[in-house]
């Protein structure tokens, strides 16, 4: 019954280490680890707000030289066609865009996960997310999971 016990807890052990912090947009400019779920504004349970300008920076709590690159899977997208989520490829809004997104831009996609990487051009391994949205409409907002991820390797 204990070899029982010692080995149910050596499997469920390793899920509570991984477990995932949630974060809303604009309750923290950065944060640092792998295992992040990013919700809107709203929350789990609640669409975003208008007016927002929320950034958020991820980077891994490994970088090593670039050894560990952030990866951010969005799935249950639903924002606005007036509001927009941009993906960068680094540690802040001037590194280069990865993605655009709302809902005019990524249909049929919405409905599935996207995932979006650092680049091994990024040297940070971060990636930064802001989310604009205006007074007129809004959606019923996101989600988004990170992870940490090794680099491609580099073809010559």
């Known amino acids: 019954m204990k070899r029982t016990l010692l080995y149910l807890a050596l499997i469920c052990l390793p899920s509570f280490l991984l477990a995932q912090t949630p974060v809303n947009m604009g309750s923290v400019a950065s944060g640092t680890g792998c295992s992040f779920i990013i919700y809107d504004n709203g929350g789990i349970n609640g669409g975003y707000g208008p007016n927002r300008n929320d950034v958020l920076t991820i980077t891994s709590d490994n970088p090593s030289a670039g050894a560990v690159r952030i990866a951010v899977a969005l799935s249950n997208l639903n924002i606005d066609p007036s509001d927009t989520l941009y993906i960068y490829d680094g540690p802040n809004t001037s590194s280069p865009l990865l993605g655009i997104l709302n809902d005019a831009m990524t249909t049929p ?41 090794a680099p491609c390797q580099r073809v010559n």
């Open 109 to 149: 996609y919405a409905s599935t996960s996207i995932i979006y990487t650092a680049t091994i051009q990024n040297t940070t391994g971060s990636i930064t997310l802001r989310f604009s949205s205006n007074g007129a409409a809004q959606g019923n907002g996101f989600m988004i999971e990170t992870d940490c991820v």
